[in-house]
């Protein structure tokens, strides 16, 4: 590259919000039990953001980002910001505004939470936005204009980040009791005011620059909904007490989209070149390039951890210098997705931490393109061999290939992913042979993992007790889950999980290929955080993962105990994946390693195994073209996991927290016996979707929300069964959870499944008329 742009400026879109220990989570947590303060909760946060903006400026961000930091979700905090909070919560929010907002992200004993979903194609959750055609918008800018403010008392130049206007009502849902066929795109008109008066305030405040998140854009839009874009920004740009705009997309190519913001009146647009940077750059070539206008180059891949290729990112930047008036450098979206720093890692082989870049060397990355991009590739030469020799590491590396995989892999036949019997005949052979009630009730899995359970966690990995202590503290716990799912009335068991640390992380310390982490934890929602591994090579299991805690627990039941594994496309969507190979490839070389643990479950003497895929629907492709390739290797993944067990053997699923209504027949072709799905939040609108489809298999929707710590009674979870029951007929109907139960603790666990049981019982009665 020998073109470069004195004025190239290196900067990023959000940070993690945590703390290097988590200590926006503990603070939070301690909040809730009543430990800590409000005032001391608001002192840890100001400190964390302060210490972030501080530690972005030292590694040379020109700009750093406001308004991304959240108590628990931003989208959340963009309800509050235009005055929508949903009726039922506005009593709470004006009594006390931290305990309102999180009665809206958690629910109380009275008052039900907003729903909750994914994040585009994220495993990260947004609390969904509740409108009707009576929704009134006022402006509340104070969160926003309090942290820019924060940021500019330290010398550093701010840009406060807002969810963009039109992105938001599209991630919204119409309210309980409006009208069917309400869109709450028809309330831009009214929202738009709102959006101007916040960005009036920040000007006023000292913005200079306002980034507008807009990545919904890069879904598939229709006329109307892109004609909407355009008056969103024809208006907000018409004003001249604004600051300029900033209009960000990211998780993909803008498509038809980009046209339409090309023209708007804004002075910026930051877009994606990472996933589908060849669009993204084709399109932008298509249109004439943004003359007169500030590109924000997201260059460096904000979701995944590996290192970038600088010598590739500075090529595309270099491109695109004849492309716009200004060319800025950044990560391709917040780097809210990624864990904080590699340096925590010390037990991680030298050899593949060098391949690895998280938050912290991600913005080493961008400050290193933004000064090539600024002063030519001679000033940077030191980073770019450094780079060069970390890539060729990783490609000559034995670890990221095993020829006995591979060949195993490329054997796969098409019956390989086919059970032997249709689901007719299986399902009478799994009648006959596990004898279950009508609307069989059981839970999803995990049961709560508890202070002593984790401690004794700790206590082995620092070897202040032995494994033989450690495994009869979990044959205690199991003892203790199954005698407590006996005594409830539940019909099918399961024995907890307590030996797990998390659904992936458990099986990827199990299996070669992947790679555990000690700190490299990421925001699922609100307070919870995961640690996703990192898929570093091929895949296969070296001995059996589960089957000796799922045995022990049949021998102390005869009710049938679930076996419980985590599907593939799961394990790699909550993984960070290798970016080297096809996903399709990586997903049988998992397939392949839990069909040898279906198998050994089922040769146990475990009659249901159950293989969560609940990321089947987030994993989705954002647009439409490209989902049906998609579908085929993901289904074809869990059939494949699932298709050498007898007929007569149960073969469950369970998916959450996403919307479901589009991947109906993709469900059917994942050939499952059983699924069970969230629908408590959502009143049941799943089940109504398998019916609409004409789904011919069992299922469970769930009538208990695990993510608030409310406890249904036993009469709502009924209401909710008997709304199910108008879209599932009884002999194809279960009682669950819409969950597992692993975040919460045992007194609300106890009363919401007694309630379960009960609700289960009294509806069952009812069928018989008794």
């Known amino acids: 590259m020998t073109r470069t742009s004195a004025a190239a400026h290196a900067t990023v879109y959000g940070y993690p919000r945590q703390g290097p220990n988590r200590e926006l989570k503990k603070a939070i947590e301690g909040y809730w039990r009543g430990r800590v303060d409000a005032d001391a909760l608001h002192s840890t946060a100001g400190e964390l953001r302060r210490a972030t903006w501080r530690q972005l400026a030292a590694a040379g961000l020109d700009e750093v980002p406001t308004g991304d930091f959240s108590h628990y979700d931003h989208v959340l905090d963009t309800t509050v910001m235009v005055g929508a909070v949903p009726e039922r919560h506005r009593d709470a929010v004006a009594a006390d505004a931290l305990d309102g907002y999180f009665a809206m992200a958690r629910g109380t004993q009275d008052v039900a939470p907003l729903e909750m979903t994914k994040w585009f194609d994220t495993n990260y959750h947004y609390l969904v936005p509740e409108l009707g055609p009576d929704t009134e918008f006022t402006a509340d800018s104070g969160k926003q204009v309090a942290e820019l403010r924060e940021a500019l008392a330290l010398g550093l130049t701010a840009r406060p980040v807002l969810v963009g206007p039109v992105t938001y009502l599209l991630l919204a849902k119409p309210a309980p009791g409006v009208p069917a066929g309400f869109e709450p795109l028809t309330l831009l008109d009214r929202l738009l005011p709102v959006y101007a008066e916040v960005l009036a305030d920040l000007r006023a405040a000292g913005a200079e620059w306002v980034q507008l998140d807009e990545p919904a854009l890069v879904q598939d839009r229709t006329p109307a909904e892109l004609n909407a874009v355009a008056r969103a920004y024809r208006e907000l740009g018409a004003r001249t007490d604004r600051p300029k705009l900033l209009v960000a997309s990211y998780f993909g190519h803008l498509g038809e989209a980009l046209p339409v913001l090309a023209k708007a009146p804004v002075e910026g647009l930051a877009l994606d070149f990472t996933e589908a940077g060849a669009a993204t750059l084709d399109g932008l070539a298509a249109v004439g390039g943004l003359p ?40 391709s979206c917040s780097l809210l997705h990624v864990p904080l720093d590699t340096a925590a890692e010390r037990d991680v082989e030298p050899q593949i931490l060098r391949w690895l870049a998280f938050a912290r060397q991600k913005l080493a990355e961008t400050v290193t393109l933004a000064r090539g991009l600024a002063r030519g590739t001679g000033a940077v030469t030191a980073e770019l061999a450094a780079n060069r020799a970390d890539l060729a590491s990783r490609v000559n590396s034995p670890i990221t290939g095993d020829p006995a995989v591979r060949a195993r892999t490329a054997a796969v036949t098409e019956a390989d992913a086919r059970r032997s019997q249709p689901y007719a005949e299986r399902s009478a052979a799994q009648r006959a042979h596990l004898r279950l009630p009508p609307l069989p009730t059981t839970t999803i899995g995990s049961f709560p993992q508890t202070g002593e359970l984790r401690t004794a966690r700790a206590d082995l990995r620092a070897g202040r007790i032995g494994t033989e202590d450690y495994e009869e503290r979990i044959r205690a716990e199991i003892r203790e889950v199954v005698a407590f799912q006996e005594k409830t009335g539940l019909d099918v068991l399961v024995h907890g999980e307590p030996e797990r640390n998390d659904m992936v992380q458990y099986f990827a310390e199990r299996l070669t290929g992947y790679l555990a982490t000690q700190h490299g934890w990421v925001q699922s929602y609100g307070t919870r955080y995961v640690r996703p591994p990192v898929l570093a090579g091929d895949i296969s299991r070296p001995e059996p993962m589960t089957t000796r805690w799922t045995a022990y627990a049949q021998s102390l039941t005869d009710r049938p105990v679930k076996g419980m594994l985590t599907g593939p496309v799961t394990m790699l969507a909550w993984s960070f994946v290798r970016d080297d190979q096809p996903l399709a490839d990586t997903a049988r070389q998992v397939a392949l390693a839990l069909r040898d643990e279906v198998n050994d479950l089922e040769a146990a003497g475990t009659s249901v195994v159950q293989v969560d895929e609940p990321a089947l629907r987030e994993t989705l492709p954002l647009r439409e073209a490209d989902r049906a390739a998609y579908l085929a290797w993901a289904t074809e993944a869990f059939r494949l996991s699932t298709g050498g067990v007898r007929p007569d053997t149960q073969i469950h699923t369970h998916m959450c927290y996403a919307e479901f209504g589009d991947i109906v027949r993709a469900i059917d072709d994942l050939d499952a016996d059983v699924i069970s799905l969230e629908a408590a939040r959502s009143h049941m609108q799943v089940a109504r979707e398998l019916a609409a489809s004409g789904y011919p298999r069992e299922a469970g929707p769930g009538v208990y929300d695990i993510h608030s710590p409310r406890v249904p009674s036993a009469e709502e979870a009924a209401e909710l069964l008997r709304t199910g029951l108008r879209a599932i007929p009884a002999e194809r109907l279960w009682v669950n959870p819409d969950c597992g139960l692993k975040t919460r603790g045992w007194p609300e666990i106890r009363a919401s499944l007694e309630n379960l049981v009960a609700a289960a019982h009294a509806v069952r009665g009812e069928l018989s008329g008794s």
Do not use: E, F, H, M
């Open 292 to 331: 007169g206008k500030r590109l924000v180059a997201g260059v460096v891949n904000g979701r995944n951890i590996w290192v970038n290729d600088l010598s590739r990112s500075l090529s595309t930047l270099g491109t695109l210098l004849g492309l716009a008036d200004r060319v800025d450098v950044s990560a």
